[in-house]
């Protein structure tokens, strides 16, 4: 049996990602990417965040921590940035892999302590700690499916942004 | 000259927060929260979190990195949420404070190389610094806004969990 190697499994276009990996081993130099995002204050506890020319999306508070909830907060929009980083790294490295998805669905769970934020102790004001459930139909065995988790999970960009500690500097300008 | 103190001041709801922090001094356990997203992958280097029930935002790659740019990134996201999580932050300790704000813009901007998320390397695949400058308009003097910036810094939960080790369980389930 023979297998027909296609740039749609997945609907991935990995043609480009192999065409990247080749660029970064002749210039390592383009690895070395910047990104960025301007937020705009719009009042209260609101405000949107500019992403190149996307739409910006309405970021706000619950009543209880004294918003007017128009929008995930974000501490939540940080673990939607992790589901959705660890879904193109399920996507890209499966597509490698020859692996096909059927259905991928990722539960992100964090628990925050607010005493800090609040004021109330000094110390430690983000998650304690951050739980992840991933729910991936596929066909493939489960050896192949645990290599491809191994793998997603060694190089997520956003998940190894959580899990150690990267220098934040804030200047008031 | 006498000053009154709104709870309108920057259209912050500070009664909301004051009643919080009263809340959690009577009951500990009421600052432990937990914060959720689902996370469903829409085929190629796309998906999309849901976040209690607000409108879900498109997540992409751009055309480089493999994807089809239709939403930003997820390493992009983790900046907007920091500089939002920043926004509320002057927002709250300048109500506080008693200190107006006129306007509130923050950059944020983070440095990542790619070769551990290409597979090129072992090692961090997440960003390597992130530098945010803040433009905060008020008409406060600088030493009042040094220590309003000195507060937010200390209590920023998207802050702390970036500059911090998270631990970060991820489960094939």
Not at 10 to 34: C, F, H, M, R, Y
Not at 53 to 60: E, G, I, L, P
Not at 148 to 167: F, Y
Request: with cysteine; proline share 4%; aromatic share 4%.
């Amino acid at each position: 049996m023979s297998e027909t190697v296609t740039t749609t499994l997945n609907d991935v276009d990995i043609g480009s990602v192999v065409s990247l990996v080749e660029k970064v081993q002749q210039e390592p130099d383009v690895a070395a990417t910047k990104w960025n995002a301007e937020v705009k204050w719009k009042g209260g506890f609101r405000s949107e965040a500019q992403i190149r020319d996307f739409v910006t999306a309405r970021s706000d508070e619950p009543d209880q921590l004294g918003g007017t909830n128009t929008g995930p907060n974000p501490v939540e929009q940080v673990l939607g940035a992790l589901g959705n980083c660890l879904a193109v790294g399920y996507a890209a490295n499966a597509t490698v892999a020859g692996i096909t998805i059927s259905d991928l669905t990722i539960n992100v769970e964090g628990d925050l302590d607010l005493h800090t934020f609040l004021g109330l102790t000094e110390g430690h004001a983000g998650f304690g700690n951050i739980s992840v459930k991933v729910k991936l139909d596929s066909d493939a065995s489960p050896e192949a499916l645990q290599a491809l988790h191994d793998k997603v999970i060694s190089t997520s960009p956003v998940g190894h942004t959580l899990n150690r500690a990267v220098p934040v500097d804030i200047q008031l300008t």
